[in-house]
């Protein structure tokens, strides 16, 4: 994927943005109530996070000093825990409105400004980077207890599978274990294909390419990102034939069932 704009990762909010927008219209109470693929949170408090965090980036400016004000999440959560259904999908319009607004009167040239991110000090396009792939795996924590289809396809799917393939090196070097002298392919197949290629020399280092990677793994975009996620059961995907390897046997499963970096 090329070094994306402002206006790609704007438009990719913006659909994001409509996707909640929706389930705040359409989702019953009951629905609102279900419990979600995040242990703590129901489906209605996964739509408070996600978007609770976009009112408290509202304002901020990348620094690399000052991080944003997380401690307004707090009061944000206690304004929407208190509204009723409509009171509740207003306020996360409202929010969603004025963050593209915001966003639309940032100067292109921001991506690239120096920033705190969520990963350390990188730039503010890793910064919306990373946004993309939380408000995209957020829907899917939704989606999948609902029994919902998602659309893995286009810049957000990309943008997902593009924050995990910046932790490849350490999912295979300290998640997976992969040892020093091997390799491996991840192989992502469907509406967003992708090869990415992991060697371990002195450490796991992701390479262009590999002439014979010691297993492959093969897998859709949306298993893979929630996979590493650590939000669904790769036993389940495994015996569901939703990722599969060829090559060395062991390691194929051990890096199957390795992959979550984060929860």
């Given at each position: 994927?090329?070094?994306?704009?402002?206006?790609?990762?704007?438009?990719?909010?913006?659909?994001?943005?409509?996707?909640?927008?929706?389930?705040?219209?359409?989702?019953?109470?009951?629905?609102?109530?279900?419990?979600?693929?995040?242990?703590?949170?129901?489906?209605?408090?996964?739509?408070?996070?996600?978007?609770?965090?976009?009112?408290?980036?509202?304002?901020?400016?990348?620094?690399?000093?000052?991080?944003?004000?997380?401690?307004?999440?707090?009061?944000?959560?206690?304004?929407?825990?208190?509204?009723?259904?409509?009171?509740?999908?207003?306020?996360?319009?409202?929010?969603?409105?004025?963050?593209?607004?915001?966003?639309?009167?940032?100067?292109?040239?921001?991506?690239?400004?120096?920033?705190?991110?969520?990963?350390?000090?990188?730039?503010?396009?890793?910064?919306?980077?990373?946004?993309?792939?939380?408000?995209?795996?957020?829907?899917?924590?939704?989606?999948?207890?609902?029994?919902?289809?998602?659309?893995?396809?286009?810049?957000?799917?990309?943008?997902?599978?593009?924050?995990?393939?910046?932790?490849?090196?350490?999912?295979?070097?300290?998640?997976?274990?992969?040892?020093?002298?091997?390799?491996?392919?991840?192989?992502?197949?469907?509406?967003?294909?992708?090869?990415?290629?992991?060697?371990?020399?002195?450490?796991?280092?992701?390479?262009?390419?590999?002439?014979?990677?010691?297993?492959?793994?093969?897998?859709?975009?949306?298993?893979?990102?929630?996979?590493?996620?650590?939000?669904?059961?790769?036993?389940?995907?495994?015996?569901?034939?939703?990722?599969?390897?060829?090559?060395?046997a062991e390691w194929g499963r051990t890096a199957a069932e390795n992959l979550a970096y984060t929860r």
């Amino acid at each position: 994927m090329t070094s994306p704009s402002l206006a790609d990762f704007a438009a990719a909010h913006e659909q994001l943005f409509e996707q909640y927008n929706e389930l705040c219209a359409t989702l019953t109470d009951e629905q609102m109530g279900t419990q979600s693929l995040c242990p703590d949170w129901k489906v209605r408090d996964v739509i408070t996070h996600a978007i609770g965090v976009e009112a408290v980036l509202n304002g901020w400016a990348p620094s690399v000093e000052d991080p944003p004000p997380f401690e307004q999440l707090a009061a944000f959560t206690a304004e929407a825990d208190g509204l009723n259904r409509d009171g509740f999908g207003a306020l996360i319009t409202s929010t969603t409105s004025s963050r593209l607004s915001e966003m639309a009167e940032l100067d292109p040239s921001v991506v690239d400004a120096p920033s705190i991110t969520p990963t350390g000090i990188d730039t503010y396009g890793r910064f919306l980077q990373v946004r993309i792939f939380d408000l995209w795996v957020h829907l899917r924590d939704i989606a999948i207890p609902l029994g919902t289809a998602t659309d893995d396809s286009g810049f957000s799917a990309e943008t997902a599978l593009a924050e995990v393939g910046s932790a490849l090196g350490y999912i295979v070097g300290k998640k997976i274990g992969l040892p020093r002298g091997k390799s491996i392919a991840f192989h992502i197949e469907g509406e967003v294909a992708d090869d990415l290629y992991v060697e371990v020399a002195e450490r796991a280092t992701p390479v262009d390419s590999l002439d014979a990677p010691d297993v492959e793994l093969f897998s859709d975009v949306g298993t893979f990102v929630m996979l590493a996620a650590g939000r669904i059961d790769p036993e389940a995907q495994i015996d569901s034939g939703t990722i599969r390897w060829t090559g060395d046997a062991e390691w194929g499963r051990t890096a199957a069932e390795n992959l979550a970096y984060t929860r």
